[in-house]
């Protein structure tokens, strides 16, 4: 058994910058941390907001313990965290990245924020295994992520994307290598993701709160056709895509001084309605 010292850095951690009277909430993406959201909420911070970022159940440290959670851990999560911040802020803005899109989709469904930003949200897949995946987890306990492909450990895409999801790792050691080639997760996992985009497809429709949408047009991760279907069912919604890829939370994306220009014009706009 290979092991990894993964998330245990302290830029994977929930983070709270103490700020001005407005806040927002921020939400990674799977499988990622709070780490994921801190350049956007630096750039938040400096302009005066309070900015938490929250780290959802099973993620981070204890990103062994996933495999037991449901996606109504990562709801109550963020909207018991949302609660907090209302109570000594206003407005509060609930911004999330990816599957952080659907969290706090369904989040505001119960608790509701000022305001959403939701950037490349994750909602459904195209794919027909993805609408098979109730059935097929009761065939397939386990699935082997690399078993169907040639893992090439020299290409350097290779590597970050297995980095993506296997932070930690030494890819030059062959045991751990191997034992990648063998890696396995509960099928179920991915039916939670499923599940949770679901509800926040459905939801959408009577989310009756400003909120912007941030998509890259060259996401190959969250399609922005799916996306633009998402900012129809959204009565309150201004869409806009940028070039970019997935994930361009990060400064070192070609996207990201554009995303961060939309955002904070956004929150600019959303503090004086306030004020």
């Given at each position: 058994?290979?092991?990894?010292?993964?998330?245990?850095?302290?830029e994977h951690r929930a983070?709270?910058?103490?700020?001005?009277?407005?806040?927002?909430?921020?939400?990674?993406?799977?499988?990622g941390t709070p780490a994921e959201m801190r350049?956007?909420?630096?750039?938040?911070?400096?302009?005066?907001?309070?900015?938490?970022?929250?780290?959802?159940?099973?993620?981070?440290?204890?990103?062994?313990?996933?495999?037991?959670?449901?996606?109504?851990?990562?709801?109550?999560?963020?909207?018991?965290?949302?609660?907090?911040?209302?109570?000594?802020?206003?407005?509060?803005?609930?911004?999330?990245?990816?599957?952080?899109?659907?969290?706090?989709?369904?989040?505001?469904?119960?608790?509701?924020?000022?305001?959403?930003?939701?950037?490349?949200?994750?909602?459904?897949?195209?794919?027909?295994?993805?609408?098979?995946?109730?059935?097929?987890?009761?065939?397939?306990?386990?699935?082997?992520?690399?078993?169907?492909?040639?893992?090439?450990?020299?290409?350097?895409?290779?590597?970050?994307?297995?980095?993506?999801?296997?932070?930690?790792?030494?890819?030059?050691?062959?045991?751990?290598?191997?034992?990648?080639?063998?890696?396995?997760?509960?099928?179920?996992?991915?039916?939670?993701?499923?599940?949770?985009?679901?509800?926040?497809?459905?939801?959408?429709?009577?989310?009756?709160?400003?909120?912007?949408?941030?998509?890259?047009?060259?996401?190959?991760?969250?399609?922005?056709?799916?996306?633009?279907?998402?900012?129809?069912?959204?009565?309150?919604?201004?869409?806009?895509?940028?070039?970019?890829?997935?994930?361009?939370?990060?400064?070192?994306?070609?996207?990201?001084?554009?995303?961060?220009?939309?955002?904070?014009?956004?929150?600019?706009?959303?503090?004086?309605?306030?004020?």
């Open positions: 058994m290979m092991s990894f010292a993964a998330f245990e850095g302290e983070f709270k910058l103490e700020g001005g009277q407005p806040a927002a909430l921020l939400i990674h993406g799977f499988p350049p956007l909420g630096d750039a938040l911070h400096e302009a005066g907001w309070t900015v938490q970022g929250l780290l959802l159940p099973g993620f981070g440290a204890d990103i062994e313990t996933l495999p037991e959670r449901k996606h109504s851990d990562w709801i109550d999560a963020a909207c018991d965290a949302l609660r907090d911040l209302q109570r000594e802020h206003h407005p509060v803005v609930m911004i999330g990245f990816s599957m952080g899109g659907a969290v706090a989709l369904c989040a505001a469904a119960r608790v509701t924020p000022d305001a959403l930003v939701l950037l490349n949200p994750f909602s459904r897949m195209s794919h027909v295994a993805w609408k098979l995946l109730p059935f097929v987890k009761r065939i397939f306990p386990r699935v082997r992520p690399f078993s169907l492909i040639k893992l090439d450990f020299d290409n350097p895409e290779t590597r970050e994307s297995i980095t993506r999801f296997l932070p930690g790792a030494d890819l030059d050691d062959p045991d751990v290598q191997e034992a990648i080639r063998g890696f396995s997760l509960p099928t179920s996992m991915f039916d939670q993701l499923r599940q949770l985009g679901e509800r926040a497809f459905r939801v959408a429709r009577t989310t009756q709160i400003q909120t912007l949408i941030v998509q890259a047009s060259r996401d190959e991760t969250v399609a922005p056709a799916t996306t633009r279907k998402l900012a129809a069912r959204l009565p309150k919604a201004e869409y806009t895509e940028v070039d970019g890829e997935h994930n361009f939370t990060i400064p070192e994306q070609s996207a990201w001084k554009s995303v961060l220009s939309l955002v904070l014009e956004f929150m600019h706009r959303v503090n004086a309605t306030f004020h």
